[in-house]
């Protein structure tokens, strides 16, 4: 890839973001922002304790892999706006279309986000899946890891039709995701 892309893999626990970084080449992965569940970090004001450690939460993550929040209920448009310009100064995003962790590593429904997102940026779309993950942390997060193999493929960048409607959009991602 010459240009920034959308990237999308399949979310099957805590880990996913580091493992499809580090799989991704050094000139790819130092300019990449990962979209993340932004509710995930909303908690009550009334508990302290667990405010201060999602925030920490938050910091870490922001730390390491580079997250920037991302709505599931509402509230994209502001996202999709920062998503852009985070494309056109040349970074890629890394996205989990399924929006919560799959337990069982079964690719489950693309949620329509992915597919706007597609329909405005209109560039390259990178399939990402990972297999394996889910046996050494799934989504539980007071799971303790355990060893095991990870296989990361990352599939051909795609293009799409963007006179296309969202949910088609959503749904061709999707199944090229199910090919993989």
């Given at each position: ?10 979310h ?26 932004q ?59 399924e ?44 799971q ?37």
């Amino acid at each position: 890839l010459k240009e920034p892309a959308i990237f999308i893999a399949n979310h099957v626990g805590y880990f996913d973001a580091p493992n499809v970084l580090m799989s991704l080449p050094l000139r790819i992965r130092s300019k990449m922002a990962v979209a993340a569940w932004q509710e995930y970090f909303d908690i009550p004001k009334n508990k302290i304790l667990k405010k201060l450690l999602y925030q920490f939460y938050y910091e870490y993550a922001s730390l390491l892999v580079n997250i920037f929040p991302f709505p599931k209920k509402k509230g994209f448009k502001r996202h999709i706006e920062y998503a852009g310009e985070l494309l056109d100064k040349g970074w890629g995003i890394l996205f989990f279309p399924e929006g919560e962790h799959s337990k069982t590593g079964k690719l489950q429904p693309f949620r329509a986000g992915i597919g706007w997102l597609a329909k405005e940026m209109r560039c390259h779309i990178v399939p990402i899946k990972h297999r394996g993950l889910e046996k050494i942390m799934a989504g539980d997060e007071h799971q303790l890891p355990r060893f095991g193999k990870v296989a990361i493929k990352i599939g051909k960048p795609v293009k799409l039709d963007y006179t296309k409607s969202i949910p088609v959009l959503t749904s061709e991602l999707q199944e090229i995701m199910e090919k993989m």
